[in-house]
Every structure is written in structure tokens, then in C-alpha cells.
DNA sequence: CGCCGATTTGAGAGCTTTCAAACTTTGTGG
DNA sequence: CCACAAAGTTTGAAAGCTCTCAAATCGGCG
């Protein structure tokens, strides 16, 4: 386990607070790997043996019935998912893949119950991530269910604006199929939403986004701190 | 506050673990609270003052965007809801109104968090409760997403069965409109299921139900304890 | 240049919602 | 006990949104 890796890994909230000799136990058990693009990382109904830590690349997590398939959600660097599974030993809800080239370090969950039992600082962090995992999925739940696709990427291109400082072009920091997974959406809907979205100030060519009349885009949209703010 | 009422939550998992010392210092400051029918608790995007215990009745919890509305989630007795924004000190993403005649008691939040940093089996409690509500709300997302009304109708008969012990006929605990509305759908479609559903073994007649062929419903229902399993 | 994958476009089908109206149930007052 | 009003439920028709399938187009890369 290399130190730079370490150091990704403490720099997240979860982790950030805990003490030093904790931190150090839970690296000593962990795996690094590599995984190249589209690798099963584990499916649902799996025992969760590791809590997970995205340190490069992209983890799509998805899930299957009656063979049909949705995104759940998607998880970039560097994050921690399956933490809830991970604690309460529980089977794990979503499947995992890589989306491309990705680094993960795996943290096995037995060494994470047992630090959570003896580092409050942890357990603190815990219960923040928890907090934050379920309201994001809350947030979500309203997204998907009181706005249509349209209305989700045009909210969605606000967010990105907001991030990118103002500036008026910007550039999609993923792939159109893949936004659109996150976005719950096809790649079809997603062009539509595009085209539908011209009238409304929005130019976009490849990954190059132009906003001309942020105004218009915002009365379509209607961003609310309660669906689209991440840290509210 | 009385004795009755204590017990009442103290009996619910997430307060049953912690000293008997720190569970009075919560009740201390407790309110409890008798409310009528359709009584606006709060709105979304206020703040959390209180941790709320259903004691008796029904909460819906439901979310408002731009003139439409979807119910999140209806909390029953005896259960605790609204524990993330509590503890996080955050806006409240749902709104609340009582479904019926309902009996809450309240919980100042600056006293749970108090309360959370001083008690670890409290602390612990807390993770379980929040691990549980965000395993929830993906077999929601879950469910949603991946069943179609009829499905979710189906899958929701055979939960009601197995709790009913397994009797073949038993009664539906809500008034339709509402149980629509926790399955995400409309009453009319809801109606459209239940017909729908006629030819794989199920009778209703107003509320009650009849499953006569469950072999036939589940071969339809395809139930799976990732997404149906309560405890999983 | 030519292939391969991603994106776009069009057509059609499926599911859900909305609206309106008929029907049933429930509860109240005469 | 009945009549009536109010609310809940069912049914039908129509529209909206999303998905699927298929084909055309665009784009990068060998």
C-alpha cells in the first residue's frame, strides 16, 4: 500500500477525523488493485467483505431484476461506497462495475466494524456519511420523481455551471451515455432533452456546453437547495 | 410526559441500547403531542427541531416541486423519522402531515445531538437506524424503477401475506388512495392493478383480500429479498 | 480511407397520468 | 330507519413521457 494512496484515502471526510494509530490498522489490512474498464467489482446479493474507496477512475453502481437493469449511482474519486452494507454486514443492494481504467483500495469490512467500535471520531464520520448517503438518496428520489428529463438535465447543467465558477461554456465532465445513466434517463431521451433545450439558451456541441441565457434555462428548470444542493 | 409514552419509544431499537441515565435527560426535554387528521407537521426546508416518534396514527412524509407532489414515505407506529436532518442539523427535504388521528412525541434536535456525542450505544443505534433508512430508500429506488405497477402491487400482496402469517385471506391496513400513494402510483392505477391481477389468484373486494392461486401471483411478483426483505 | 463505437433521429409501443363521469361506501341528520 | 351528502373507488378515453428498436449520422483511430 503506497503512501500516496493513503493519503487519498485519509483525505476524505470519513476518514480525515480519526486517529492516527486507527487509520494505520485499517490501511494495514487493505488491498490496492487496478481494475481496467467494464470489470464486475462485485454484484448484488454478495456478502460485503470490503468497504471501497475510489481513489481513480469511475464505479458504476447499478441494479438488476427480472432482467431489467438501472443505475443507481455513480461513484467518482475519491469516494467511499457500499459503506452501510460494509457496516451492518449486510448482502450488498447494488452490483458494481468500472467505467473505465479505475484504482480502488479495499478496506475488509471486519477491520471497519471493529475500528467504528473503538474510534468515536470515526463512528462520528460515519454517521455523517450515512446521513449524507441517505439524504442524497432522498434528493435523488425527488429528482427522479417530480421532474421529467428535461428538467433533470437542465438542473443538471446549472449544477455543472455553479461548479465550473460561472463561466458560460464549460465542458461534460462525462460521456453522453453515461450522463444519461446518471441522470436515469436513456442516451436517446438525453439527446431529445438536449434538442429540447435549445429554445432555452442551451448550445451544445460534443462535450462543449454553451449557456446564453441562463435566465430562460432557470425559469425551465427551477433549481431548489433541496433536490440539487449536495451539501444541504 | 407519561410513563406510557416513554416506554413506548424506549422500546423502538433506536433508543432501547442507551443508558437509562441519557434516555431521561431526551425525555426531559420531550414533547408529546396528540394531532388531528391532515395536520401540517412541517414543510420542507425547515429546519429540524425535532427528532419526531410516531406513537400512534400515521405521518405521511411527501415532497413538493414546482406545484407537483409525491409521497416519500408513511411512518407508523413505533417508529422514529426525519433522524438525518435531526442529527445533521439540516433543512428537512419532506414535508409532513398527519394521515390520521396521530399521537407524536418530539424531541428537542440540539438534545439528540447532545445526547449522541455523550452516549456511544446511542451513537450505535444511530448508525444502525440511518444504515437502515438509506438500505431502504435503494429498494425503494429499486422497486420503483425496476417494477411496473402491477408488479409492485403484486410484490406488496405477498409482503402483507407473509405478515399476516399466512392466511389466505386477510385485510389491506390502509385506505386505497393511500396505499396508491406508498406505492408510488395513482388510485387509478392502482384499481387497474388489482384488476389486473384477477387472473393470477387474486380477489379483493373492497378491503379485503383473497389470494387463491400463489403460486400463480408470485410467478408474477418474482419477490426478492433485495428489494422486498424489510431486515435485509 | 474505412471501421467501430457513440450519438442522433424517427417511428412505434408501453406504462402512467390526467380528466371526467359513474358508481360505491360512509357517515350524518332528519 | 331512511335519505342525503361527502368522500372514496372504479372505469373509460385521451394525452404525455419514456423506452425500445432500427436506421442514419458523426467521430476518432488504426
Known amino acids: 500500500m503506497k503512501p500516496e494512496d493513503c493519503a487519498e484515502v485519509r483525505g476524505i471526510a470519513l476518514f480525515s477525523d480519526m486517529a492516527e494509530e486507527n487509520f494505520a490498522r485499517l490501511m494495514r489490512g487493505a488491498y490496492v488493485q487496478n481494475f481496467p474498464p467494464f470489470t464486475q467489482l462485485f454484484e448484488q446479493g454478495d456478502p460485503a467483505d470490503f468497504l471501497h474507496v475510489v481513489v481513480a477512475g469511475g464505479v458504476e453502481l447499478y441494479a438488476v431484476w427480472s432482467g431489467r437493469e438501472t443505475t443507481m449511482y455513480v461513484a467518482y474519486p475519491v469516494s467511499a461506497f457500499i459503506v452501510a452494507a460494509s457496516l451492518k454486514d449486510a448482502p450488498l443492494l447494488m452490483s ?10 479495499l478496506l475488509p469490512s471486519q477491520d471497519v466494524r471493529e475500528v467504528f467500535r473503538i474510534d468515536h471520531d470515526f463512528a ?16 435523488d428520489a ?19 455551471w455553479r461548479i465550473e465558477g460561472g463561466a458560460d461554456t464549460f465542458t461534460l465532465p462525462l460521456e453522453k451515455r453515461r450522463l444519461a445513466a446518471k441522470l436515469s434517463m436513456t442516451p436517446e431521451n438525453l439527446s ?12 451544445v456541441d460534443g462535450a462543449k456546453v454553451r449557456l446564453t441565457d441562463r435566465a430562460a434555462l432557470e425559469k425551465l428548470a427551477r433549481p431548489t437547495p433541496l433536490i440539487d444542493d449536495p451539501h444541504c
Do not use: M, W
Request: with cysteine; hydrophobic share 40%.
Open 96 to 105: 458494481a462495475r468500472t467505467l473505465e481504467r479505475s484504482r480502488l483500495v
Open 124 to 139: 462520528r464520520a460515519v454517521v455523517d456519511e450515512l446521513a449524507h448517503c441517505y439524504r442524497g438518496a432522498l434528493k
Open 142 to 160: 425527488k429528482n427522479v420523481r417530480l421532474r421529467n428529463a428535461q428538467e433533470r438535465f437542465a438542473n443538471y447543467l446549472l449544477k455543472r
Open 192 to 203: 431529445r432533452a438536449i434538442r429540447a433545450l435549445q429554445p432555452h439558451g442551451v448550445e
